[in-house]
């Protein structure tokens, strides 16, 4: 399989019988095939475990999958060593093969991040508070502390060290320190163009998919291009000569095309970020951003690593991010990320869909997840890969409509002490007037009371629209209650798409007191 690029350039990609990429090639435009990178292996049902660029980049990973270990001995080459605690939080930064501890990390009862210290003394490099809701309020980074104040009434950051922030209706920042700086948004709700001082600095363009594509000040342009998992592939001046281009291995930059339209390496972190660009000719480092910088991004990378005086200029930075030197912002796809204060300037444009706090960055845990499209972070309670673009199309079309659905089941239950299943069947009602049938199957775990067994009905009634197309869709669902003989026990369900949910089922037999169900329910017909 092959990709082109607009200037000419073709990058190969050599796959093995399960379909792995093993090999790619890149021909520069007018230049020869070269080996970008070669025998990539991969853990058994896992990420790519190493590959060769020249020498070996060996990304070592234990049976729950987290990384031990990213290491290239070539001068200025990756090299780091992880280690977490049993919940699989990131504790610590070593050198690469050496438990010895170089940045120490803590996270609160709620899992987001609050310190990055010393791994010798202890010391506290940079930290960070929050409140009940995760919003910041404070944050040391080395001996500068500053202090984050919000309005009783909302989640918008109203100034940070009493440099003051302003908002549209919709919660969109408008300004940073008055004239400082001033972001106008265009009628989709994206942001047009950042002014300096009153002046316009630089203009905004985006496609039907949200991708910003046109960068533009007068007469002179930068076009970008995406792949189709949303991958950002090139910037291209006005003529459409190539200014970069990047190469993707999975969701992982590897290689870059730049200065003179020339190969470079591109060294990734465990998620995914660009630490590390090397000159395959000299075999030297020429750009480096520290993964023991400021936890949520605000560290500039290095762009003369080496020292010969030439600057390299990348401004990938974590997965899905591109820094925007007019704006001061990370362009995130659908939002705009500023890693001085570690969320978005905007709300989420799914809602409470996305998450809880809808400007906060990966749950303020930016060592163990990120966000490729700024709309949420990976996890069980997330959109599957490539469902949440279409969410945001959906939520363009047609908004957060506040609707609330009732769904009326029959159903029945059986299983012993350790785990049991369940069925159900019925129809769900909502107000934006659909009706649905649909069926749902859980996996129950019980966490108290014994066997489960038992026949009856169920009443639910949750936030947001109800299933209006046919589908199918996961939740976890938490039980409480006790059936013996006629009884009955209500339940809160949580699905992937952010829907909560109540429920009481009623019915006959012996069920277990409390315990925990996986559910899978499919929608098999709609009114419309």
């Not at 095939?33 to 190493?50: E, I, K, T, W």
């Not at 796809?333 to 905007?346: C, E, N, P």
């Not at 609707?403 to 369940?422: C, I, L, M, T």
């Not at 798409?497 to 429920?503: E, L, P």
Request: charged content about 15%.
């Amino acid at each position: 399989m092959n990709k082109s690029f607009p200037d000419g350039a073709v990058v190969d990609y050599v796959h093995n019988a399960q379909g792995q990429t093993t090999e790619v090639g890149v021909t520069e435009a007018g230049g020869n095939p070269q080996v970008l990178l070669s025998n990539a292996n991969y853990c058994p049902f896992g990420p790519a475990a190493d590959w060769t660029y020249g020498r070996t980049l060996a990304r070592q990973y234990d049976l729950d999958y987290r990384p031990q270990a990213i290491q290239d001995t070539r001068p200025g080459g990756l090299e780091v060593g992880f280690g977490f605690d049993p919940v699989g939080n990131l504790t610590a930064l070593t050198p690469a093969g050496n438990p010895t501890r170089e940045i120490g990390l803590g996270y609160d009862t709620l899992g987001r991040l609050t310190a990055l210290t010393d791994g010798i003394t202890g010391t506290v490099i940079d930290g960070y508070s929050y409140d009940a809701t995760g919003n910041r309020l404070s944050a040391k980074v080395g001996s500068v502390t500053q202090a984050y104040t919000y309005p009783a009434t909302n989640h918008r950051l109203s100034a940070v060290a009493s440099v003051a922030r302003t908002y549209d209706k919709a919660g969109n920042t408008l300004t940073i320190g008055g004239k400082a700086r001033e972001f106008p948004y265009d009628a989709s709700g994206r942001m047009s163009m950042v002014k300096r001082a009153g002046a316009v600095v630089m203009n905004y363009r985006y496609n039907g998919k949200g991708e910003q594509v046109r960068r533009f000040l007068g007469t002179t342009n930068t076009y970008t291009l995406y792949d189709e998992a949303g991958h950002w592939l090139g910037d291209y001046d006005t003529n459409g000569a190539p200014k970069q281009q990047a190469i993707w291995l999975d969701d992982m930059p590897v290689g870059l095309l730049a200065n003179a339209n020339k190969l470079h390496y591109i060294e990734p972190d465990h998620l995914g970020s660009p630490r590390v660009v090397v000159d395959p000719v000299r075999n030297v480092a020429v750009w480096s951003w520290s993964l023991k910088g400021e936890a949520f991004g605000n560290t500039a990378p290095d762009q003369d690593p080496d020292g010969d005086g030439a600057a390299l200029v990348l401004d990938m930075r974590f997965p899905g991010q591109r820094f925007d030197a007019a704006s001061g912002l990370n362009q995130n796809y659908f939002r705009d990320y500023d890693s001085a204060t570690g969320r978005y300037g905007q709300s989420d444009p799914l809602g409470l869909r996305g998450g809880i706090s809808t400007y906060a960055y990966v749950g303020l845990n930016p060592f163990y997840a990120s966000d490729l499209f700024g709309l949420e972070s990976p996890g069980w309670w997330s959109f599957p890969p490539g469902k949440q673009r279409e969410e945001w199309r959906k939520s363009q079309e047609t908004g957060y409509k506040g609707d609330f659905n009732a769904q009326f089941g029959v159903g029945a239950s059986y299983g012993n002490f350790a785990v049991g299943g369940s069925g159900e069947a019925g129809i769900a009602l909502d107000t934006a007037g659909t009706a649905c049938l649909y069926v749902k199957g859980c996996v129950t775990t019980p966490v108290a009371g014994g066997f489960i067994g038992g026949l009856g009905g169920s009443v639910g009634m949750s936030c947001g629209t109800g299933n209006s197309s046919v589908g199918k869709s996961e939740s976890m669902q938490w039980q409480l209650g006790a059936m013996e003989g006629a009884g009955a026990k209500g339940s809160v369900e949580l699905a992937r798409d952010g829907n909560a949910s109540v429920g009481i089922n009623a019915g006959i037999g012996s069920q277990v007191s409390a315990g925990l169900q996986q559910c899978q329910t499919r929608t098999v017909w709609c009114t419309k």
